[in-house]
Nanobody, 126 residues
Framework: QVQLVESGGGLVQAGGSLRLSCAASGRTYSHYAMGWFRQAPGKEREIVAA????????YYVDSVKDRFSISVDNAKNTVYLQMNSLKPEDTAVYYCAARRALGSSFYISRREYDYWGQGTQVTVSD
């Protein structure tokens, strides 16, 4: 079992930055692929970014490319989402997710993940 706890959300003006953190506990997560998802009111939960367990392979949804960056710190059992140049349309609850995985694969479907955090609210004002 893996427990995930997100932090770092908040209210920021358009153009600003936030860094989300997702701390994992329980079984070691060094062999877990990780993902960040978000869900805006009235919309489905969508993938934002994903990384292989090694951190060598990463995926970004087109709307956040060149603005967001996902990274892992295995020593701290933490995955980060650095969000720059934030836009009002980035407003959502952000969730991190994990699934057991080896190799260089990342996963972009929410159905492929086994563990979820409770979410952290990100609100971008214009």
């Amino acid at each position: 079992q893996v427990q995930l706890v997100e932090s770092g959300g908040g209210l920021v003006q358009a153009g600003g930055s936030l860094r989300l953190s997702c701390a994992a506990s329980g079984r070691t997560y060094s062999h877990y692929a990780m993902g960040w998802f978000r869900q805006a009111p009235g919309k489905e939960r969508e993938i934002v970014a994903a990384t292989s367990w090694s951190g060598n392979n990463r995926y970004y949804v087109d709307s956040v490319k060149d603005r967001f960056s996902i990274s892992v710190d295995n020593a701290k059992n933490t995955v980060y989402l650095q969000m720059n140049s934030l836009k009002p349309e980035d407003t959502a609850v952000y969730y991190c997710a994990a699934r057991r995985a080896l190799g260089s694969s990342f996963y972009i479907s929410r159905r492929e993940y086994d563990y979820w955090g409770q979410g952290t609210q990100v609100t971008v004002s214009d």
